[in-house]
């Protein structure tokens, strides 16, 4: 393939920097390692194989997903110990136990009794399983709510007693961490996860249940958290990329956003001093995350722009709407013009896309196209 450069791609194209992206793996990494906690990435942000492998690399290559066509498509490019961290379902059991026949220890996340009985069930029936039961820990999506845990032991008992099951521990996600915006509050989100998550393995372990795996995760609580006393691993995501939110957050610097979108000006209106990019809904997302923070960000906020808070201020499908807080100096931006793009939220922007771009900063600013990454997307 001849070399390239941003002037030479398509747009909208997903454009990552490699040279961020090694930098956000390894400040992690030294992270959990340096607080005795494994580290479980969840690779629904990424999506990609090539990334996964460097996430995993100096640990024993555990990860999460979010889908079924994201632990097919990991297992089929070697990884073998895979949470599957979205409630199951009793209809997706066939799936899984397909899977697991295949040598992938896939694990699959229940907070309900009645899945719990059907995973008993398809074990009679000759499948074996590994099970994590998911924990609120203050969120409010998903999970047992702390401190009551209701039906826990129940639960637990079913997966314990059943044939060829492992009730393998509990599991959480803070997301409420993402509406904290200082190091003290996600500390603080963090502790009331470790605590949720740590005293459901306690209350297992009180009834003779053994409770191995204590799963918790969110960027900002791995980044954030004071004390993993009783945590065995943390399932951070996003950490890989960044975005604005998380830059908002306070989980990472501005310097940090590895993902942008690439987009073209397709038109000048002095008159209501915009310009149009043929970036929009499909190809940004219409994720307002960081606008909790900081709402001038609007759907993406423009690279080196030539304008104070120059950002993509609406979108229709395919088109975004490029405003600023000074005027725009339109002839800077000619129709034709590359423009890159932050977004609010990394994993649902890179959703739009099947590959990565990549650039690579430490060697020529990153203006070459160093190499492709693949992606899956889909269910």
């Not at 740590?198 to 795996?213: K, N, Q």
């Not at 501005?254 to 209106?269: F, K, Q, R, T």
Request: proline fraction near 5%; include cysteine; aromatic fraction near 6%.
């Amino acid at each position: 393939m001849a070399s390239q450069t941003l002037d030479d791609l398509p747009t909208p194209a997903l454009i990552l920097d490699r040279a961020i992206l090694r930098r956000n793996l390894e400040r992690m990494s030294s992270r959990l390692r340096g607080a005795g906690v494994m580290l479980r990435p969840h690779v629904k942000t990424a999506k990609s194989l090539e990334i996964g492998r460097m996430a995993v690399a100096g640990h024993d290559g555990r990860i999460t997903v979010s889908t079924l066509a994201e632990a097919r498509y990991f297992a089929g490019g070697g990884f073998t110990d895979i949470l599957y961290a979205v409630g199951v379902v009793p209809s997706k059991l066939a799936a899984v136990g397909a899977l697991r026949r295949q040598g992938v220890n896939l694990r699959v996340v229940t907070d309900t009794l009645a899945v719990a009985r059907a995973i008993d069930g398809a074990a009679r029936d000759g499948d074996t399983f590994s099970v994590l039961i998911e924990i609120d820990s203050g969120a409010g999506r998903a999970g047992l709510p702390f401190p009551e845990l209701p039906g826990l032991l129940d639960i637990a008992r079913v997966l314990h007693e059943a044939p060829d099951v492992e009730l393998a521990g509990v599991m959480t996600h803070a997301g409420h961490s993402y509406h904290e915006s200082t190091p003290d509050g996600v500390a603080a989100v963090a502790e009331q996860e470790r605590r949720a998550i740590v005293s459901a393995a306690d209350r297992l372990r009180g009834a003779g249940i053994p409770c191995p795996i204590v799963s918790a995760g969110s960027t900002p609580t791995a980044v954030h958290s004071r004390d993993f006393t009783g945590i065995t691993e943390m399932r951070p995501g996003v950490y890989v990329f960044n975005d604005l939110d998380q830059e908002f957050i306070g989980a990472c610097g501005a310097g940090d956003l590895a993902l942008s979108v690439l987009a073209s000006v397709i038109g000048h209106y002095p008159h209501r001093n915009q310009l149009l990019v043929d970036a929009g809904a499909l190809a940004l997302s219409k994720d307002i995350s960081a606008q909790e923070f900081r709402p001038q960000v609007g759907y993406g906020t423009i690279v080196d722009a030539p304008a104070k808070d120059m950002a993509v201020v609406a979108c229709s499908q395919e088109h975004g709407f490029v405003g600023a807080d000074e005027p725009i100096p339109f002839g800077n931006l000619p129709v034709g013009a590359r423009v890159r793009i932050l977004p609010n939220h990394a994993c649902i922007t890179a959703a739009a896309y099947n590959r990565y771009f990549v650039v690579d900063s430490d060697l020529d600013g990153g203006r070459s196209v160093v190499d492709t990454y693949d992606r899956i997307n889909g269910w």
